[in-house]
């Protein structure tokens, strides 16, 4: 029989043939490094019997979805050394998460992080043994029977659960046998290097009503240097945490009145609207509008907008006069209503129209980080009313502007095409046409994208922006959502050239995504370190002493008249500490000034990055704006 590779090649096996068989009868090194396959589209074991006419993609560690089965197998092999070490803890489930996976157990005595030594050695064993991956099905009410046999309740529950006539799958690796949908290595000694990292609690099912669970989370990867390069990253990741940062540089506080809710400090309040300038000159330039829609609004219309029946668990919600309302979590139907509130020709479009909206979303405590996950944002949005023929334009225009965002900060990034996900709103002949005029618009612009199918919002396909950071983490910020369907919803209008009445198309649009995140991003980014044009402060002079102090003061204020954010040390303290607490504000400019500078105009520089000049105040002050003016980092 033949199966149709990747490539679109024909490859002939034999009846019944593997996807291993099939693997080998490829390459020997590719048989060698296969850790699963897709067939048709769908995940399988190597194990999986081919027919004739499939199409057939063996996936190695070199694959995402080949390193997440290598994670998941890891999984399985932490709950095989827990069962062994523990044998009366419960397990409940052990999905792949970033970077890792982890296990949620149920504990007869609790365990800490000490004990995780032990686990990580019977784990050792287990792949040494390098014990053959056998997956095996039963009917709904024989893996019930098993599941109570081994007493698991927890997967006794999951199974309960699933429709009646259901096949279920379970992965058995020695004496040990786990519910699981798959797939998996052929077997554990695939496993060259993983680490369990940490203990935390978890709820089961993440409800607070139900029991405390255990959470042991692991990493894994397909070498050991790649696992150490990921620690040192992780160690790197602990200096810059935006939360000690934001904390030592005075930039925000969360605090527990306001859970999820930060508090902006002076130092923080001058960054956040520094990005604010930035953003409304870079919208005006491009032809943008800014309006400002109210924070809360009744029921009927987030009926309309759908918000009410697919977004209402993450919605605040309080009644006045008697009338059901919420607080926006989005601000797109307030942007409609300013769209409605007059008569449109086709003349007018596209409109840009920016908000720089505080929208709120329920989001549960234990998620609840930093300025990453809040429950209060200001969301950078931008929403585009335009006709058909102006999408793809339109489209191109916003990436150009994103990429502009992006890199000015320094930042590389990747894109990801995003399509219907199952509950979604619309016809087919809308998706499909809104899924390709992005398409379109990011061929045509010679962008590489992956297609992540399924993401999509539920009323359109969208565009994702994921950076890079300096030290190689990925963030998701900007989005390009093409709307088919509130249009339609709320009954939106043009009047065209021929005289009659059409529908507009719309974009929903953010660059920086939530300005607290992306703040929160940048301090990581910048390890604090931000640029001058950015930094709360720019320029701190130091006087060696009080004799100094007029000359410093006659700085000071030149500085400030020009638009510079600066500050004299006046304390009575050594040169040297000063020095230090500049450096520890991580302030861009410190100004040492001593006799010499005072009688002759001067300035002795000493920069962030440790580099030293000595030059004339004006010159200095020429430097700073230039800096200013052009964005330079350092």
């Given at each position: 029989?033949?199966?149709?590779?990747?490539?679109?090649?024909?490859?002939?096996?034999?009846?019944?043939?593997?996807?291993?068989?099939?693997?080998?009868?490829?390459?020997?090194?590719?048989?060698?490094?296969?850790?699963?396959?897709?067939?048709?589209?769908?995940?399988?074991?190597?194990?999986?019997?081919?027919?004739?006419?499939?199409?057939?993609?063996?996936?190695?560690?070199?694959?995402?979805?080949?390193?997440?089965?290598?994670?998941?197998?890891?999984?399985?092999?932490?709950?095989?050394?827990?069962?062994?070490?523990?044998?009366?803890?419960?397990?409940?489930?052990?999905?792949?998460?970033?970077?890792?996976?982890?296990?949620?157990?149920?504990?007869?005595?609790?365990?800490?992080?000490?004990?995780?030594?032990?686990?990580?050695?019977?784990?050792?064993?287990?792949?040494?043994?390098?014990?053959?991956?056998?997956?095996?099905?039963?009917?709904?009410?024989?893996?019930?029977?098993?599941?109570?046999?081994?007493?698991?309740?927890?997967?006794?529950?999951?199974?309960?659960?699933?429709?009646?006539?259901?096949?279920?799958?379970?992965?058995?690796?020695?004496?040990?046998?786990?519910?699981?949908?798959?797939?998996?290595?052929?077997?554990?000694?695939?496993?060259?290097?993983?680490?369990?990292?940490?203990?935390?609690?978890?709820?089961?099912?993440?409800?607070?009503?139900?029991?405390?669970?255990?959470?042991?989370?692991?990493?894994?990867?397909?070498?050991k240097d790649e696992m150490e390069a990921y620690f040192t990253m992780l160690e790197e990741a602990k200096k810059r945490d935006?939360?000690?940062?934001?904390?030592?540089?005075?930039?925000?506080?969360?605090?527990?009145?306001?859970?999820?809710?930060?508090?902006?400090?002076?130092?923080?309040?001058?960054?956040?609207?520094?990005?604010?300038?930035?953003?409304?000159?870079?919208?005006?330039?491009?032809?943008?509008?800014?309006?400002?829609?109210?924070?809360?609004?009744?029921?009927?219309?987030?009926?309309?907008?759908?918000?009410?029946?697919?977004?209402?668990?993450?919605?605040?919600?309080?009644?006045?006069?008697?009338?059901?309302?919420?607080?926006?979590?989005?601000?797109?139907?307030?942007?409609?209503?300013?769209?409605?509130?007059?008569?449109?020709?086709?003349?007018?479009?596209?409109?840009?129209?920016?908000?720089?909206?505080?929208?709120?979303?329920?989001?549960?405590?234990?998620?609840?980080?930093?300025?990453?996950?809040?429950?209060?944002?200001?969301?950078?949005?931008?929403?585009?009313?335009?006709?058909?023929?102006?999408?793809?334009?339109?489209?191109?225009?916003?990436?150009?502007?994103?990429?502009?965002?992006?890199?000015?900060?320094?930042?590389?990034?990747?894109?990801?095409?995003?399509?219907?996900?199952?509950?979604?709103?619309?016809?087919?002949?809308?998706?499909?046409?809104?899924?390709?005029?992005?398409?379109?618009?990011?061929?045509?612009?010679?962008?590489?994208?992956?297609?992540?199918?399924?993401?999509?919002?539920?009323?359109?396909?969208?565009?994702?922006?994921?950076?890079?950071?300096?030290?190689?983490?990925?963030?998701?910020?900007?989005?390009?959502?093409?709307?088919?369907?509130?249009p339609q919803r709320f009954e939106l209008e043009y009047v065209g050239e021929d005289g009659g009445k059409h529908r507009p198309i719309m974009?929903?649009?953010?660059?920086?995504?939530?300005?607290?995140?992306?703040?929160?991003?940048?301090?990581?980014?910048?390890?604090?370190?931000?640029?001058?044009?950015?930094?709360?402060?720019?320029?701190?002079?130091?006087?060696?002493?009080?004799?100094?102090?007029?000359?410093?003061?006659?700085?000071?204020?030149?500085?400030?008249?020009?638009?510079?954010?600066?500050?004299?040390?006046?304390?009575?303290?050594?040169?040297?500490?000063?020095?230090?607490?500049?450096?520890?504000?991580?302030?861009?400019?410190?100004?040492?000034?001593?006799?010499?500078?005072?009688?002759?105009?001067?300035?002795?520089?000493?920069?962030?990055?440790?580099?030293?000049?000595?030059?004339?105040?004006?010159?200095?002050?020429?430097?700073?704006?230039?800096?200013?003016?052009?964005?330079?980092?350092?």
């Amino acid at each position: 029989m033949n199966v149709i590779l990747k490539n679109g090649d024909g490859l002939e096996v034999v009846e019944n043939a593997t996807a291993m068989q099939a693997a080998v009868a490829i390459s020997e090194g590719l048989a060698r490094n296969a850790v699963c396959a897709k067939v048709n589209g769908e995940l399988v074991d190597l194990s999986h019997v081919l027919k004739d006419g499939d199409n057939l993609e063996i996936v190695t560690l070199k694959d995402k979805e080949g390193l997440q089965v290598y994670r998941h197998t890891c999984a399985h092999v932490l709950a095989q050394a827990l069962k062994t070490v523990y044998p009366t803890c419960k397990l409940s489930i052990g999905p792949v998460i970033e970077n890792g996976f982890y296990y949620d157990i149920d504990f007869v005595t609790p365990i800490t992080q000490a004990d995780l030594a032990k686990v990580e050695s019977e784990m050792q064993k287990i792949i040494k043994s390098n014990l053959p991956i056998e997956r095996f099905t039963l009917p709904k009410e024989e893996a019930i029977a098993l599941m109570k046999e081994y007493s698991e309740n927890y997967k006794v529950e999951l199974i309960e659960e699933l429709p009646e006539g259901e096949t279920i799958s379970f992965y058995k690796q020695g004496s040990f046998t786990d519910l699981c949908r798959g797939p998996h290595l052929p077997s554990t000694g695939k496993i060259k290097a993983f680490k369990l990292t940490s203990i935390a609690g978890a709820y089961w099912r993440g409800d607070e009503h139900n029991k405390m669970l255990t959470r042991i989370y692991g990493t894994a990867f397909a070498k050991k240097d790649e696992m150490e390069a990921y620690f040192t990253m992780l160690e790197e990741a602990k200096k810059r945490d935006h939360t000690k940062l934001g904390k030592e540089l005075k930039l925000f506080a969360i605090l527990n009145e306001g859970k999820g809710l930060p508090f902006f400090l002076p130092n923080g309040m001058i960054l956040k609207n520094t990005l604010i300038e930035y953003w409304r000159e870079l919208h005006t330039r491009e032809g943008y509008v800014e309006v400002s829609t109210p924070i809360m609004l009744n029921r009927t219309l987030w009926e309309t907008s759908g918000h009410w029946d697919h977004y209402r668990d993450n919605m605040y919600t309080t009644k006045v006069d008697d009338e059901d309302f919420a607080i926006k979590p989005m601000n797109c139907p307030g942007g409609i209503l300013v769209y409605k509130n007059e008569p449109h020709s086709y003349k007018d479009l596209p409109i840009r129209m920016g908000e720089l909206g505080l929208v709120h979303r329920h989001e549960k405590s234990g998620q609840l980080h930093g300025l990453f996950r809040v429950r209060c944002f200001t969301q950078d949005d931008a929403h585009i009313f335009m006709t058909r023929e102006q999408i793809k334009d339109e489209i191109k225009g916003i990436v150009r502007l994103i990429n502009e965002v992006y890199t000015l900060f320094g930042f590389k990034y990747h894109v990801e095409l995003s399509t219907r996900p199952e509950n979604s709103m619309g016809s087919d002949e809308d998706w499909n046409t809104a899924t390709d005029a992005l398409r379109q618009a990011l061929d045509d612009m010679g962008l590489d994208y992956v297609v992540n199918e399924g993401d999509g919002a539920f009323y359109g396909p969208k565009i994702d922006f994921h950076l890079e950071d300096s030290i190689g983490r990925t963030w998701q910020c900007g989005t390009i959502q093409l709307d088919f369907q509130l249009p339609q919803r709320f009954e939106l209008e043009y009047v065209g050239e021929d005289g009659g009445k059409h529908r507009p198309i719309m974009v929903h649009r953010v660059a920086f995504g939530s300005i607290e995140r992306f703040i929160g991003i940048l301090i990581e980014h910048f390890a604090g370190k931000f640029p001058v044009w950015l930094s709360p402060l720019q320029v701190k002079i130091l006087p060696i002493t009080d004799r100094q102090l007029g000359y410093a003061g006659e700085l000071c204020e030149k500085m400030k008249a020009a638009g510079i954010r600066v500050q004299v040390d006046d304390r009575s303290e050594k040169i040297g500490y000063k020095i230090r607490e500049a450096q520890m504000e991580k302030v861009p400019y410190m100004l040492v000034i001593g006799e010499k500078e005072a009688e002759a105009g001067l300035v002795a520089v000493r920069r962030r990055d440790g580099e030293q000049s000595v030059v004339s105040a004006d010159e200095f002050l020429a430097t700073v704006l230039s800096d200013i003016e052009n964005k330079t980092a350092f």
